[in-house]
């Protein structure tokens, strides 16, 4: 047995400076070289070059004027990806099907829906009152950006064809035709519109 | 289901088969120590380990000093994973400045990556420094995978080889898995992830503004007893970065799953697209289902390893299928308030709780499925929240042990295990002296295969009927009903067969959790393990007898359905009853 243990300490040295040191090492310094911006967040930036927000972790809205996200589970504010060591990150709800809480969180969410725009009375597309898995989700379904539509226009007096075609605009279908869903980024969209309304402001 | 449920299903399952042929033949080149394209660039580090080490690599061993040496490994790195955590505050790369981990969270960490389950009580980003996430838990994706892939090793040479003692060497078996084969597809894939949005980077979490500011209600209560309630606005959000894809690559190839961050494969800077999550999902079943190829190039017959892909691609696509179609049937309960859940060319639809939009309902349930067929148990989506049908095809994909596809290594020698059952009844039938591959199947090698079919449902079940009654494991239930039981049940699947996904409702970052989750996955692992290499030494002292007309093909459609008719029937026998108390009268109360 102990003729082993050398082998087993030199091994695991050895392993271990690879696969945890220069293999980490090496990929971060090519991808550094190669996709700096994906690998350090796919932050946005401005028309002044400062971070409006990461592309790929979403963020909450609230106002009428503004597109809303997927609900999120996460603490103590929805979208929240990180709150301090020992503090919240992302999360999903992890409510079963048929647990009450699901239920009246689903009743609640339609109900301020119906509430922010009494004119649409349609059934709700199920990812606008569903919480995403990661509490995070960058999209929205098309058909959850075009259910808003008419709440977003009025509340930015803009005609409602123009925020029709700047969803249509910001609409991504399947990749390659094929895989995954289709869907809107909605900080994009949000940020779109918010520049659409200065324009006009301005213009005015 | 949609046109495009079936083309997605179909495109994953097309790739991943045209996939196993050659990367099973350069597999086997690499465990017969064959010229595999790789030696040039990569072979002085393996003449420097050897050297360093003093291992002689043409030095076989027995089966006993195989084991020894890898039980002593895999204890050196649960060692240095535990240090590694409780020492984190005192070491470098921890931007954050992330404290020690607890005692008994630590333990559950090191037992967990160890034993290849990675099983997370934690939250990745709020837990472990960059240097524990690369030194620990990277290092540990790698060698638990190499090591799951030596044991197969040694049992493939225990089939073939005649009347010796010896079934290999460990050293070499681990160094030329992690070198040759695991080392390069995880560099490769790594920067494929980052090119999509998977982060890689040293830099501390980086801080954004947010387009509309949030606020909250804080209440906190004073030493007088008195409830003060405080608004607190939130104008930012906080980023958390890390070198995530180079430990996504390992972890989806080694059929590992825990997530460099706490919500693994759903957070968007683990798998930022339908793109990266396909190449996810396939690298999870890449080499347990190429390692069938290399098997039976290595015993000298292919039809051999056809014929156990056949019978694990036979359970797996029903299973796939069923959860995709489940998934789609969306929940009847929310239909009836007013919400949309029909599929369109505009949504997914279906059952988007705890699902991501990017991926839709088929995607997230192609992955559950995937996920826990192999013991891989990374999540893009939250299974606590799949329909009752839906979760039970995870739940049950666990508890037939980890064999369909399963995990590297572990999952084809977990198979051959039912191999050895099914040869030996269909033996006992026909009234033949039961052989497989030219090697007589006596009571010996019945009882090592017994014992590593036996032993995980006889832990799982037991394991979850004590949290079922102690206050210590129903207190940390999330859902009533029939769900909290399937959250218990779930997690006693997943950690008593190491594949490590959850209903991650159930709060198991507690003592009792972390402490009984460990312990089941050290002996789900370790105590299959040691049986299988005594079963290799076994085979490798037998005769090889030639084949004769009293032979039982293991190679045709006959023996095929046999097999999946065992694997099938045992997991059913053991299963069914705890299934039937959870997902199954819970679909009846969604339905009814």
């Given at each position: 047995?102990w003729?082993?243990?050398?082998?087993?300490?030199v091994?695991f040295v050895?392993?271990?400076?690879?696969t945890?040191?220069a293999?980490?090492?090496?990929?971060?310094g090519?991808?550094?070289?190669v996709?700096?911006?994906q690998a350090?967040?796919s932050?946005?930036?401005?028309s002044?070059?400062n971070?409006?927000?990461?592309?790929?972790?979403g963020?909450y809205f609230?106002a009428s004027?503004y597109?809303?996200?997927?609900?999120?589970?996460?603490s103590?504010?929805?979208?929240?990806s990180?709150?301090?060591?020992l503090?919240d990150s992302?999360?999903g709800?992890?409510?079963?099907p048929?647990n009450p809480?699901?239920l009246?969180?689903?009743?609640r969410?339609?109900k301020?829906?119906r509430?922010a725009?009494?004119t649409?009375?349609?059934?709700?597309?199920?990812?606008?009152v569903?919480?995403?898995a990661s509490?995070?989700d960058?999209?929205?379904?098309p058909?959850?950006?075009?259910?808003?539509?008419q709440?977003?226009?009025?509340?930015r007096g803009?005609?409602?064809?123009?925020v029709?075609n700047?969803?249509?605009?910001?609409?991504q279908?399947r990749?390659?035709?094929i895989?995954?869903?289709?869907?809107?980024?909605?900080?994009?969209l949000?940020?779109?519109?918010?520049?659409l309304?200065?324009a006009?402001?301005?213009?005015? | 289901m949609t046109?495009?449920?079936?083309?997605?299903?179909g495109?994953?399952?097309l790739?991943?088969?045209a996939?196993?042929?050659?990367?099973?033949?350069?597999m086997?080149r690499v465990?017969?120590g064959?010229?595999?394209?790789?030696d040039k660039p990569l072979?002085?580090?393996?003449?420097?380990t050897?050297?360093?080490?003093?291992?002689?690599?043409?030095q076989?061993m027995?089966?006993?000093?195989?084991?020894v040496?890898l039980?002593l490994?895999?204890?050196l790195?649960?060692v240095?994973?535990y240090a590694?955590?409780?020492?984190?505050g005192?070491?470098p790369?921890n931007?954050?400045?992330?404290?020690?981990?607890?005692?008994?969270?630590?333990w559950n960490t090191?037992?967990s990556f160890i034993?290849?389950?990675?099983w997370q009580?934690?939250?990745?980003?709020?837990?472990?420094s960059y240097?524990?996430?690369?030194?620990?838990?990277?290092v540990?994706n790698f060698?638990?995978?190499?090591?799951?892939?030596?044991?197969?090793?040694a049992?493939?040479r225990?089939?073939?080889?005649?009347?010796?003692d010896n079934?290999?060497?460990?050293?070499v078996d681990l160094?030329r898995?992690?070198?040759?084969?695991l080392?390069?597809?995880?560099f490769?894939l790594a920067?494929?992830?980052v090119s999509?949005?998977?982060?890689?980077?040293?830099s501390p979490y980086?801080?954004v503004p947010l387009?509309?500011?949030?606020s909250?209600v804080q209440?906190?209560?004073?030493?007088?007893?008195?409830t003060?309630?405080k608004?607190?606005?939130v104008?930012?959000?906080?980023?958390?970065l890390?070198?995530?894809?180079s430990?996504?690559?390992i972890?989806?190839?080694?059929?590992n799953g825990?997530?460099?961050?706490?919500?693994?494969?759903a957070?968007?800077?683990?798998?930022p697209n339908p793109?990266?999550?396909?190449?996810?999902v396939?690298?999870?079943l890449?080499?347990?289902?190429?390692?069938?190829?290399?098997f039976g190039?290595?015993v000298?017959?292919?039809?051999?390893?056809?014929?156990?892909?056949a019978?694990?691609?036979?359970?797996?696509?029903p299973?796939?299928?069923?959860c995709v179609w489940a998934?789609h049937?969306g929940?009847?309960k929310?239909?009836?308030?007013?919400?949309?859940q029909?599929?369109?060319?505009?949504?997914?639809?279906?059952?988007m709780?705890?699902?991501?939009?990017?991926?839709?309902v088929?995607?997230?349930?192609?992955?559950?499925?995937?996920?826990?067929?192999?013991?891989?148990g990374?999540v893009?989506?939250?299974?606590?929240?799949?329909?009752?049908?839906?979760?039970?095809?995870?739940m049950w994909?666990?508890?037939?042990?980890?064999?369909?596809?399963?995990?590297?290594?572990s999952?084809?020698?977990?198979?051959?295990m039912?191999?050895?059952?099914a040869v030996?009844?269909?033996?006992?039938?026909?009234?033949?002296?039961p052989?497989?591959l030219g090697?007589?199947?006596e009571a010996?090698?019945m009882k090592?295969?017994?014992i590593?079919?036996?032993?995980?449902?006889?832990l799982?079940l037991?394991?979850?009927a004590?949290?079922c009654v102690a206050?210590?494991g129903t207190?940390?239930?999330a859902?009533?009903?029939?769900h909290g039981?399937?959250?218990?049940?779930?997690?006693a699947s997943?950690?008593?067969?190491?594949?490590g996904?959850a209903?991650a409702g159930?709060?198991?970052?507690?003592?009792f959790?972390n402490?009984?989750?460990g312990?089941?996955?050290?002996?789900?692992?370790?105590f299959?393990?040691?049986?299988?290499?005594?079963?290799?030494?076994?085979?490798a002292?037998?005769?090889?007898?030639p084949?004769?007309s009293?032979?039982?093909?293991?190679?045709?459609?006959?023996?095929?359905?046999?097999l999946?008719?065992?694997?099938?029937?045992i997991?059913?026998?053991t299963?069914?009853?705890?299934l039937?108390?959870g997902?199954?009268?819970e679909?009846?109360?969604?339905?009814?």
């Amino acid at each position: 047995m102990w003729s082993q243990c050398r082998p087993a300490i030199v091994v695991f040295v050895i392993l271990s400076a690879i696969t945890g040191l220069a293999y980490p090492l090496v990929v971060t310094g090519v991808a550094a070289v190669v996709f700096p911006w994906q690998a350090n967040g796919s932050v946005l930036t401005d028309s002044a070059g400062n971070p409006v927000g990461s592309r790929l972790i979403g963020q909450y809205f609230s106002a009428s004027k503004y597109f809303w996200p997927r609900p999120s589970a996460t603490s103590p504010v929805p979208y929240t990806s990180y709150n301090g060591p020992l503090g919240d990150s992302g999360s999903g709800s992890n409510t079963g099907p048929t647990n009450p809480k699901l239920l009246a969180s689903v009743q609640r969410r339609i109900k301020r829906l119906r509430a922010a725009d009494p004119t649409e009375k349609g059934p709700v597309p199920v990812d606008l009152v569903t919480s995403s898995a990661s509490g995070l989700d960058p999209d929205i379904s098309p058909a959850a950006a075009f259910y808003q539509v008419q709440r977003v226009a009025e509340a930015r007096g803009l005609p409602v064809s123009t925020v029709k075609n700047l969803v249509e605009h910001f609409c991504q279908g399947r990749d390659f035709g094929i895989l995954g869903a289709p869907r809107v980024n909605v900080l994009e969209l949000n940020s779109a519109l918010d520049r659409l309304s200065a324009a006009k402001a301005s213009k005015d | 289901m949609t046109p495009n449920t079936w083309i997605q299903m179909g495109v994953f399952l097309l790739v991943l088969c045209a996939l196993v042929k050659p990367l099973g033949a350069f597999m086997a080149r690499v465990y017969e120590g064959q010229p595999c394209g790789l030696d040039k660039p990569l072979g002085w580090l393996e003449r420097l380990t050897y050297r360093a080490a003093g291992i002689k690599p043409d030095q076989p061993m027995t089966w006993k000093t195989y084991a020894v040496a890898l039980l002593l490994f895999n204890l050196l790195g649960g060692v240095a994973v535990y240090a590694l955590q409780r020492l984190q505050g005192f070491l470098p790369l921890n931007p954050e400045h992330l404290s020690a981990v607890s005692p008994d969270l630590a333990w559950n960490t090191a037992v967990s990556f160890i034993s290849n389950t990675n099983w997370q009580s934690y939250n990745g980003e709020t837990t472990m420094s960059y240097l524990t996430q690369m030194l620990a838990l990277t290092v540990q994706n790698f060698v638990s995978a190499a090591t799951g892939m030596a044991v197969l090793v040694a049992l493939i040479r225990g089939i073939r080889s005649k009347q010796t003692d010896n079934i290999g060497n460990f050293w070499v078996d681990l160094v030329r898995s992690t070198l040759y084969i695991l080392l390069p597809l995880s560099f490769v894939l790594a920067l494929l992830l980052v090119s999509q949005g998977v982060v890689q980077t040293f830099s501390p979490y980086k801080k954004v503004p947010l387009l509309q500011p949030v606020s909250y209600v804080q209440s906190s209560t004073n030493a007088a007893g008195k409830t003060n309630n405080k608004t607190v606005w939130v104008k930012h959000q906080v980023l958390p970065l890390g070198p995530a894809a180079s430990q996504i690559a390992i972890k989806q190839l080694g059929t590992n799953g825990g997530g460099f961050f706490g919500v693994n494969s759903a957070h968007p800077f683990e798998n930022p697209n339908p793109l990266s999550n396909f190449m996810e999902v396939l690298a999870i079943l890449l080499i347990p289902a190429a390692l069938c190829y290399t098997f039976g190039r290595m015993v000298g017959d292919t039809r051999q390893g056809w014929a156990i892909f056949a019978a694990m691609m036979i359970i797996f696509v029903p299973l796939m299928v069923g959860c995709v179609w489940a998934e789609h049937s969306g929940n009847p309960k929310l239909t009836a308030l007013g919400v949309n859940q029909s599929p369109s060319g505009l949504m997914s639809g279906g059952n988007m709780e705890g699902k991501e939009t990017r991926f839709g309902v088929t995607d997230s349930a192609i992955w559950a499925a995937t996920t826990t067929a192999a013991s891989n148990g990374s999540v893009n989506s939250m299974h606590d929240s799949y329909t009752p049908l839906g979760g039970l095809v995870p739940m049950w994909l666990m508890e037939l042990g980890e064999v369909i596809f399963g995990g590297v290594g572990s999952g084809l020698y977990g198979m051959l295990m039912f191999v050895i059952v099914a040869v030996f009844i269909a033996g006992l039938m026909v009234g033949r002296t039961p052989e497989y591959l030219g090697k007589k199947i006596e009571a010996f090698e019945m009882k090592m295969a017994t014992i590593c079919v036996l032993v995980p449902p006889a832990l799982v079940l037991v394991t979850a009927a004590i949290a079922c009654v102690a206050v210590m494991g129903t207190s940390a239930l999330a859902n009533p009903g029939a769900h909290g039981f399937s959250e218990i049940l779930y997690w006693a699947s997943s950690v008593g067969n190491n594949n490590g996904s959850a209903f991650a409702g159930l709060g198991t970052n507690t003592p009792f959790y972390n402490i009984a989750g460990g312990t089941l996955m050290w002996v789900s692992r370790y105590f299959l393990i040691v049986p299988t290499l005594a079963l290799a030494g076994s085979l490798a002292r037998k005769k090889q007898i030639p084949v004769s007309s009293g032979t039982l093909p293991t190679h045709d459609a006959l023996f095929t359905a046999w097999l999946v008719a065992t694997v099938v029937l045992i997991g059913a026998l053991t299963f069914l009853p705890a299934l039937a108390l959870g997902p199954i009268v819970e679909s009846l109360h969604l339905w009814h």
